[in-house]
């Protein structure tokens, strides 16, 4: 199977601030990745396909780039919304396997 | 709008079975693969299976494999997971999600129902 390791686990940050989040596949992907938000209670929500597409109705403060190994989702200015958990997800190959999360917390 | 609403979850005995439902609504159902996820208490996100738009294929995680089926009625507009072999370990969050690919899955959910959650207790 396919190992998704995201850093940091859990990050502070103020509204304003600009944010990465990294995730790291034990083998390569291609572009087969996407994340999702998390707000608590809440089922998640797509934000970006295939590595660096923004999913419909996404504000644009959110994107992502990489490919193969190693990709990055960032959040230019952080919106009082955006604070919650953060997950990527391989669909290179089966079982599609999640990272283990990353909260963006408010500092 | 477009719609998914799971249900059949509960408290359940180690060892027993339940079966959950996905209903969808606002889309074409039969034309998309459709996945189920869970989520244990205070635990990440843990893909669970997936299967064909017209049911042709299927393919699950290893920790599942063998106690669980996911099978769809695209008559009905609906999706199932049969959960078998109940441990504590299944205690979660049940999501289904659809594939935001048409026919051809690639993988990537675009829309989530709300969840129904099953409790392994005895």
């Known amino acids: 199977d396919i190992q998704m390791t995201q850093s940091p686990s859990s990050v502070s940050a103020s509204v304003g601030d600009r944010v990465t989040i990294t995730c790291r596949a034990s083998q390569g992907i291609s572009s087969w990745l996407a994340w999702y938000q998390q707000k608590p209670g809440k089922a998640p929500k797509l934000l970006i396909y295939g590595a660096s597409s923004l999913q419909s109705g996404v504000p644009s403060r959110f994107s992502g780039s990489g490919s193969g190994t190693d990709f990055t989702l960032t959040i230019s200015s952080l919106q009082p919304e955006d604070f919650a958990t953060y997950y990527c997800?391989?669909?290179?190959?089966?079982?599609?396997?999640f990272g283990q999360g990353t909260k963006l917390e408010i500092k | 709008q477009v719609q998914l609403v799971e249900s059949g979850g509960g408290v359940v005995q180690p060892g027993r079975s339940l079966r959950l439902s996905c209903a969808a609504s606002?889309?074409?159902?039969?034309?998309?693969?459709m996945h189920w996820v869970r989520q244990a208490p205070g635990k990440g996100l843990e893909w669970v299976a997936i299967?064909?738009?017209?049911?042709?294929?299927?393919y699950y995680a290893a920790s599942v494999k063998g106690r669980f089926t996911i099978s769809r009625d695209n008559s009905k507009n609906t999706l199932y997971l049969q959960v078998s072999s109940l441990g504590d370990e299944d205690t979660a969050v049940y999501y289904c999600?659809?594939?935001?690919?048409?026919?051809?899955?690639?993988?990537?959910?675009?829309?989530w129902g709300k969840g129904t959650t099953v409790t392994v207790s005895s």
């Open positions: 997800q391989q669909a290179n190959s089966f079982p599609h396997t």
């Open positions: 606002g889309f074409t159902f039969s034309t998309y693969a």
């Open positions: 999600a659809r594939d935001r690919r048409v026919i051809v899955p690639g993988g990537m959910m675009d829309v």
């Open positions: 299967i064909w738009y017209d049911g042709s294929g299927e």
